[in-house]
């Protein structure tokens, strides 16, 4: 076949919930039954277009294959799955006769529906994006059973684009499955790829057909070392898988893109390979040392998809020169997509012009790799004045008052050992139960309960100044004082105030603490229609005034029962925002530290026996080179012990986690050293209590029995069951009952139903264990 030009500049993907959550809206809204699928396909297409023009009028080609079509209603894992026809066998009455599935199966497959359990949920790679775990078995029938993806190429040819339409890889999505709960023992997805590929070189046969010229198949999965099949298998299967679609007759160009690391050995196997392009991640990778690419465009990724600064782009454009200089040919891109970013920092009106004239959103980003494909094709001299300006501003911001404080740079170098431990558990889990008087399986929450539109009003109103700041802390408690009630007429053990007065648990912080920024609609998707907007950490961090005292002292005065007082953790602060790249994330993450440590102590003082610092992206951070694992957890673990290794011994330290695989860092979540971890458990059944079993995890262990990331309210029977389960593998001692993660996503009629159910289980359970 004779090979098409690959476009000198290019993105792996953009933001596809819209530049005011136009997606999120018209999704809910057919959810809720007030769209119809048709009107939720025509909001759909109307976006995709908008994207398409935006895209060109940023710089990429209408014709070059540039542009890639990347949309989804809900995730790329479960757009492959669908594609393929790997439903689950619990949703087979969704799948039509001619195999294919409608939006409302596709959307029963993500959320669950009645007794039948959504698909497991997880985060995607070393980011806070959630993708739908596929359940792959020898049953699992593969065939071609939707062409959405050509009828969207075909939509963008008829507007007059040639878009690249982008898929994960089949080796990445069978190493991202799970067995099938049917499956038999030792059975791994990555044994069906040999079925499965049939499947891809027919829906490569599909694009040509309509029109695209290049296909861009996501493989992330060859740099990540944490995948849990011998290295040795993956590099076979990469090579068999593209020997096989590298020799389909009729296809488009194969642009095999790997973001998120370097590709190390899997490098070669992709040179070897019949394929015409290879993206490498010069952002977390560097140039490999050896380059064998023959007459394969190396797609350089070196603007930054993952983060928002400018950045330097003349050291990109120098990477890129240096790729050059091996003999290959050369197109600019992103790292990886930048679904991870929002929009438009023009879009920020709020932020302080200094800032803005740092950062670089998604739009910014793609000028940035319009700019490079520029220096690439007609010489460096011809972006003279965009580099100048880009090596201006990061001076800038390098000199700017804020980035370096040294009272908070004497306060980190003057931290001791002893700053870091709280001392033996055996004697803190005594004082904690004379001070605590739990019965045995508490009951708790995770901490948020659901946000009314109410109350989201009265927030806004109170932030346009429409009302006092007392009318506003009036509304707030007035909630806080009905989530108390309602906590103890359900029979909880220890309660929480809801957190009525937060926006988001990082965004909640960084407007409290110095050293962050917040945007108006910096949206980015985390899941499904969930979307959230990081801060911006962008100068050394402190505490300047307490900042959730007031609350939890208000929530305590309610009640006899204990109260938890809620906060994030350094790690989650983090990992939820656009963190600085001057500085170690390790600096970062203690300077954070201290100022938790602060809010910890004052809680303490104002009389709060229970404080839970949520670490939900302890896993998420982890690096997927093994090479770079023991620093991070050693930084991570000590960051959280930071903040809270100054309490007392009676008072009880929580922490909180979710979606995730936890099993691989399951000794560090033993050396976060809290009193008590809840971890997510209910959508995954309960896999958690095995880790901690052979961990011999020793303190308070909260596995979740309510998946809230669900709307369907669980059966006491259900939640009995999880509670079994965990009983078989954990201590009664050890074992408290929550939910798996916040509810503050959930409606009430669902939650109170749903809690109801937990305490019913979980007194029926202690009888049992009583008797």
Same mark, same amino acid.
């Not at 920092?345 to 932020?351: I, Q, R, T």
């Not at 990081?534 to 305590?556: E, H, K, M, N």
């Not at 078989?728 to 939910?739: C, D, F, L, T």
């Given at each position: 076949?004779?090979?098409?030009?690959?476009?000198?500049?290019?993105?792996?993907?953009?933001?596809?919930?819209?530049?005011?959550?136009?997606?999120k809206?018209? +999704?809910? /809204?057919?959810?809720?039954?007030?769209?119809?699928?048709?009107?939720?396909?025509?909001?759909?297409?109307?976006?995709r277009?908008?994207?398409r023009?935006?895209?060109?009028?940023?710089?990429?080609?209408?014709?070059d =294959?540039?542009?890639?079509?990347?949309?989804?209603?809900?995730?790329?894992?479960?757009?492959?799955?669908?594609?393929?026809?790997?439903?689950?066998?619990?949703?087979?009455?969704?799948?039509?006769?001619?195999?294919?599935?409608?939006?409302?199966?596709?959307?029963?497959?993500?959320?669950?529906?009645?007794?039948?359990?959504?698909?497991?949920?997880?985060?995607?790679?070393?980011?806070?994006?959630?993708?739908?775990?596929?359940?792959?078995?020898?049953?699992?029938?593969?065939?071609?059973?939707?062409d959405?993806?050509?009828?969207?190429?075909?939509?963008?040819?008829?507007?007059?684009?040639?878009?690249r339409?982008?898929?994960?890889?089949?080796?990445?999505?069978?190493?991202?499955? #799970?067995?099938?709960?049917?499956?038999?023992?030792?059975?791994?997805?990555?044994?069906?790829?040999?079925?499965?590929?049939?499947?891809?070189?027919?829906?490569?046969? /599909?694009l040509? /057909?309509?029109?695209?010229?290049w296909?861009?198949?996501?493989?992330?999965?060859?740099?990540?070392?944490?995948?849990?099949?011998?290295?040795?298998?993956?590099?076979?299967?990469?090579?068999r898988?593209? @020997?096989?679609?590298?020799?389909?007759?009729?296809?488009? @160009?194969?642009?095999?893109?790997?973001?998120y690391? =370097?590709? $190390?050995d899997?490098?070669?196997?992709?040179?070897?390979?019949?394929?015409?392009?290879?993206?490498?991640?010069?952002?977390?990778?560097?140039?490999p =040392?050896?380059?064998?690419?023959?007459?394969?465009?190396?797609?350089?990724?070196?603007?930054?998809?993952?983060?928002?600064?400018?950045?330097?782009?003349?050291?990109?454009?120098?990477?890129?020169?240096?790729?050059?200089?091996?003999?290959?040919?050369?197109?600019?891109s992103?790292?990886?997509?930048?679904?991870?970013?929002?929009h438009d920092?023009?879009?920020?009106?709020?932020?302080d012009?200094?800032?803005?004239?740092?950062?670089?959103?998604?739009?910014?980003?793609?000028?940035q790799?319009?700019t490079?494909?520029?220096?690439?094709d007609?010489?460096?001299?011809?972006v003279?004045?965009e580099?100048?300006?880009?090596?201006?501003?990061?001076?800038?911001r390098?000199?700017?008052?804020?980035?370096?404080?040294?009272?908070?740079?004497?306060?980190?170098?003057?931290?001791?050992?002893?700053?870091?431990s709280?001392?033996?558990?055996?004697?803190?889990?005594?004082?904690?139960e004379? @001070?605590?008087?739990l019965?045995?399986?508490?009951?708790?929450?995770?901490?948020?309960?659901?946000?009314?539109?109410?109350?989201?009003?009265?927030?806004?109103?109170?932030?346009?100044?429409?009302?006092?700041?007392?009318?506003? +802390?009036?509304?707030?408690?007035?909630?806080? #004082?009905?989530?108390?009630?309602?906590?103890?007429?359900?029979?909880?053990?220890?309660?929480v105030?809801?957190?009525?007065?937060?926006?988001?648990?990082?965004?909640?912080?960084?407007?409290?603490?110095?050293?962050?920024?917040?945007?108006?609609?910096?949206?980015v998707?985390?899941?499904?229609?969930r979307?959230?907007?990081?801060?911006?950490?962008?100068?050394?961090?402190?505490?300047?005034?307490?900042?959730?005292?007031?609350?939890?002292?208000?929530?305590?005065s309610?009640?006899?029962?204990?109260?938890?007082?809620?906060?994030?953790?350094? +790690?989650?602060?983090?990992?939820w925002?656009?963190?600085?790249?001057d500085?170690?994330?390790?600096?970062?993450?203690?300077?954070?530290?201290?100022?938790?440590?602060?809010?910890?102590? $004052?809680?303490?003082?104002?009389?709060?026996g229970?404080?839970?610092?949520?670490?939900?992206?302890l896993?998420?951070?982890?690096?997927?080179?093994?090479?770079?694992?023991?620093?991070?957890?050693?930084?991570s673990?000590g960051?959280?012990?930071l903040?809270?290794?100054?309490?007392?011994? #009676?008072?009880?330290i929580?922490?909180?986690l979710?979606?995730?695989?936890?099993?691989v860092v399951?000794?560090?979540?033993?050396?976060?050293?809290?009193?008590?971890?809840?971890?997510?458990?209910?959508?995954s059944?309960?896999?958690?209590?095995?880790?901690?079993?052979?961990?011999?995890?020793g303190?308070?262990?909260?596995?979740?029995?309510?998946?809230?990331?669900?709307?369907?309210?669980?059966?006491v /029977?259900?939640?009995?069951?999880?509670?079994?389960?965990?009983l078989?593998?954990?201590?009664?001692?050890?074992?408290?009952?929550?939910?798996d993660?916040?509810? #503050?996503?959930?409606?009430?009629?669902?939650?109170?139903?749903?809690?109801?159910?937990?305490?019913?289980?979980?007194?029926a359970?202690?009888?049992?264990?009583d008797?």
């Open positions: 076949m004779t090979t098409p030009a690959f476009p000198t500049g290019t993105i792996l993907g953009y933001p596809r919930i819209g530049r005011r959550r136009e997606l809206k018209a +999704v809910e /809204a057919f959810w809720a039954g007030r769209i119809t699928a048709d009107e939720l396909e025509t909001a759909a297409a109307e976006l277009a908008a994207t023009e935006r895209l060109a009028s940023l710089g990429l080609g209408r014709t =294959s540039s542009i890639p079509e990347a949309f989804s209603y809900y995730d790329q894992v479960l757009d492959a799955a669908v594609t393929v026809g790997a439903v689950p066998t619990r949703f087979a009455d969704l799948v039509a006769a001619d195999g294919t599935i409608d939006l409302a199966g596709y959307f029963t497959i993500a959320r669950g529906e009645g007794d039948r359990v959504p698909a497991e949920m997880t985060k995607w790679f070393d980011s806070n994006y959630h993708y739908l775990v596929p359940e792959i078995g020898p049953e699992t029938d593969f065939h071609l059973a939707s959405r993806l050509v009828r969207e190429v075909a939509e963008a040819t008829v507007a007059g684009f040639r878009t339409p982008v898929i994960v890889g089949p080796v990445t999505f069978l190493l991202l499955s #799970k067995p099938s709960e049917g499956a038999p023992e030792g059975f791994r997805p990555l044994d069906r790829l040999d079925d499965l590929l049939p499947v891809y070189a027919e829906l490569l046969a /599909a040509t /057909a309509v029109g695209a010229e296909v861009q198949l996501d493989e992330p999965a060859l740099v990540s070392e944490s995948i849990e099949v011998d290295r040795a298998e993956v590099l076979s299967a990469t090579a898988a593209y @020997a096989l679609l590298g020799a389909v007759p009729a296809r488009p @160009a194969l642009f095999v893109a790997a973001p690391g =370097s590709l $190390d899997a490098l070669p196997v992709l040179e070897a390979a019949p394929i015409e392009a290879i993206g490498l991640d010069l952002v977390r990778g560097g140039i =040392s050896e380059l064998n690419a023959g007459d394969k465009v190396l797609v350089g990724g070196v603007i930054d998809g993952h983060n928002i600064w400018r950045g330097d782009l003349a050291k990109a454009l120098d990477t890129l020169e240096s790729l050059r200089a091996s003999g290959a040919t050369v197109a600019a992103t790292s990886t997509s930048l679904f991870h970013t929002p920092v023009a879009d920020e009106p709020l932020l012009a200094r800032l803005v004239s740092w950062l670089a959103f998604a739009d910014q980003k793609v000028g790799v319009a490079l494909a520029r220096a690439l007609e010489g460096r001299e011809s003279a004045a580099l100048d300006a880009a090596s201006a501003a990061l001076a800038d390098l000199a700017a008052p804020g980035v370096r404080d040294g009272a908070v740079r004497a306060r980190a170098a003057e931290l001791t050992e002893a700053d870091f709280r001392g033996d558990y055996a004697t803190r889990a005594a004082a904690q004379e @001070a605590l008087h019965p045995a399986l508490p009951t708790t929450t995770i901490g948020s309960f659901p946000q009314t539109g109410d109350i989201r009003r009265e927030r806004a109103r109170f932030a346009k100044g429409e009302i006092t700041e007392g009318e506003y +802390v009036g509304a707030m408690q007035d909630e806080i #004082k009905r989530v108390v009630e309602l906590q103890e007429e359900i029979g909880l053990d220890v309660l105030h809801g957190e009525p007065e937060r926006n988001d648990m990082v965004q909640y912080f960084a407007e409290n603490l110095d050293g962050f920024a917040v945007t108006q609609n910096g949206w998707q985390s899941y499904g229609s979307c959230t907007r990081p801060s911006i950490l962008w100068g050394d961090v402190s505490r300047p005034a307490p900042i959730t005292v007031g609350w939890s002292s208000y929530t305590q309610l009640t006899s029962k204990p109260v938890k007082g809620m906060l994030t953790g350094p +790690v989650t602060i983090l990992a925002s656009f963190v600085r790249d500085q170690p994330l390790a600096d970062t993450a203690n300077q954070v530290a201290l100022a938790l440590r602060d809010e910890i102590a $004052d809680l303490e003082a104002a009389g709060i229970i404080i839970q610092v949520d670490e939900p992206a896993r998420e951070l982890l690096p997927l080179k093994k090479a770079d694992q023991p620093a991070y957890l050693d930084w673990v960051s959280f012990r903040a809270t290794a100054g309490v007392a011994p #009676k008072t009880q929580h922490t909180h979710c979606y995730s695989e936890f099993g399951i000794d560090a979540i033993d050396k976060l050293d809290a009193d008590v971890t809840s971890i997510e458990a209910a959508r059944k309960m896999e958690v209590v095995d880790d901690i079993k052979r961990s011999a995890f303190r308070g262990i909260g596995p979740g029995v309510y998946d809230i990331h669900s709307p369907r309210v669980p059966s /029977a259900e939640v009995t069951s999880l509670i079994e389960t965990a078989a593998g954990i201590p009664e001692r050890q074992v408290w009952v929550n939910p993660c916040g509810l #503050k996503t959930r409606g009430y009629t669902e939650t109170v139903e749903s809690l109801r159910n937990v305490l019913a289980a979980t007194r359970v202690r009888a049992k264990v008797a």
